[in-house]
């Protein structure tokens, strides 16, 4: 069995593990090695725990078992006691039945009293077998009694004292129990502290880079717009707007890059976006495009005249609604952003809807018939076509649209 000195020093133990404190300037790092030092302790203390409960529960029994026995030796020793009572009960019948009948024993031979006469010589063999009889009978159940008298006290001692060692090692287990519970709460505290110190200096990290992307992003803008603003793009050719000529849009793009054609085309890169020929803006925003800019311009000449294109996504807006543009305005300013930019043959009203899901043609990640067309328009003018996702496009344009 366990000694509770033992199961003390074990629990003191526990608890003399202090956790360290975090220091002011925590990083990412040192809180990631506090909560692997806190995880591996608390699962330590765990494994104790559970070993302390297995000796407390085989400590339990034995103290059961220790009043299961007492108890057993307490019926015993009652059920001496009855037998004790029975034998001198069954010795007075005798004797009171022997005096009624005026005979003992077999019969004859006069009172039992007179057995006593000791002026009656006659009588003496008679009372000296009567009195070994009886002193016989009484005597074996006064041994048998005593004897088990000893016994039951023997044995009711020894598990008087099993009781008490057995309750002590109890109450120790229950000691170091509560110890290592605290000890084990402590740390699932500390644990709680750190992650939440953790979670948030990731946020506070998250948010700082946020902030200056987006810095970044809005310094770029600036830029961009300055050296749009003073006719100075990165290196675009010159041109001499003339009605019904279409030019590159992407001309001045820097690190131009061609995506996937789907209602479009996509692209990424940075720099300033020209109108494609000369046209009428319909709109600037719409909350459903990724970035929420949706430029869309009527053409009013050329062979697409009457036509609505679109660019979207990550454009910073450089036109109003009701805006005159040519192929020589600038319409907004790319940013390098997460979604690049998409461009295409928008719907007639010019609020957000493309005509490949105005004829059902897209379904979510599909190369369609009206983005390669425009794909098809851009490589006429100098831009790299998109990258078809499957061939032929889904869908087919309607009579009369043209071609490249």
């Given amino acids: 069995m366990v000694g509770p000195a033992l199961l003390v020093a074990v629990a003191a133990s526990l608890c003399a593990v202090a956790a360290p404190a975090l220091p002011a300037g925590a990083s990412v790092s040192s809180d990631h090695a506090a909560i692997s030092q806190l995880e591996q302790r608390i699962a330590a203390q765990g494994v104790v725990i559970q070993e302390l409960v297995s000796r407390s529960d085989q400590a339990q029994a034995a103290y059961d078992a220790a009043l299961s026995r007492l108890a057993a030796d307490e019926a015993r020793l009652q059920q001496d006691q009855r037998a004790e009572t029975a034998a001198t009960l069954r010795l007075r019948r005798i004797a009171v039945s022997s005096y009624t009948t005026g005979g003992w024993a077999s019969g004859g031979g006069g009172s039992i009293l007179s057995l006593f006469d000791s002026s009656d010589a006659s009588k003496t063999m008679e009372r000296d077998e009567y009195t070994g009889l009886v002193s016989g009978d009484v005597q074996a159940a006064i041994s048998t009694f005593q004897r088990d ?56 990290i998250q948010a700082q880079h946020a902030a200056e992307e987006r810095a970044a992003e809005q310094a770029l803008a600036a830029q961009q717009a300055a050296l749009a603003a003073s006719s100075v793009p990165p290196s675009p050719p010159t041109l001499a707007p003339a009605p019904g ?58 062979p697409a005249a009457g036509l609505v294109v679109y660019a979207a996504e990550d454009i910073e807006p ?66 790299p076509g998109g990258i078809l996702q499957n061939d032929p496009p889904t869908g087919a344009l309607p009579p009369g649209w043209p071609a490249w």
């Fill in 149 to 204: 008298q000893q016994v039951v006290a023997a044995e009711a001692s020894a598990a008087s004292a099993q009781k008490t060692a057995d309750a002590a090692v109890l109450a120790a287990l229950d000691a170091d129990r509560r110890a290592a519970q605290g000890a084990l709460a402590a740390d699932d505290a500390q644990l709680a502290q750190v992650t939440g110190n953790l979670q948030a200096l990731l946020a506070a």
């Fill in 245 to 302: 000529v279409y030019a590159n849009p992407l001309r001045a793009i820097g690190a131009l890059s061609p995506e996937r054609v789907d209602q479009g085309v996509d692209y990424s890169g940075y720099g300033p976006i020209f109108a494609l020929g000369d046209g009428v803006v319909l709109s600037t925003v719409n909350s459903g495009w990724p970035g929420g800019t949706f430029i869309a311009y009527r053409l009013t000449d050329g």
């Fill in 318 to 383: 450089m036109v109003q609604v009701g805006e005159t543009v040519t192929p020589s305005t600038v319409i907004g300013q790319m940013y390098e952003g997460p979604d690049g930019i998409e461009t295409g043959w928008s719907d007639a009203s010019g609020d957000g809807e493309t005509m490949a899901r105005s004829y059902g043609q897209f379904s979510g990640a599909n190369s369609t018939a009206f983005g390669y067309n425009f794909s098809q328009l851009l490589m006429s003018l100098g831009a």
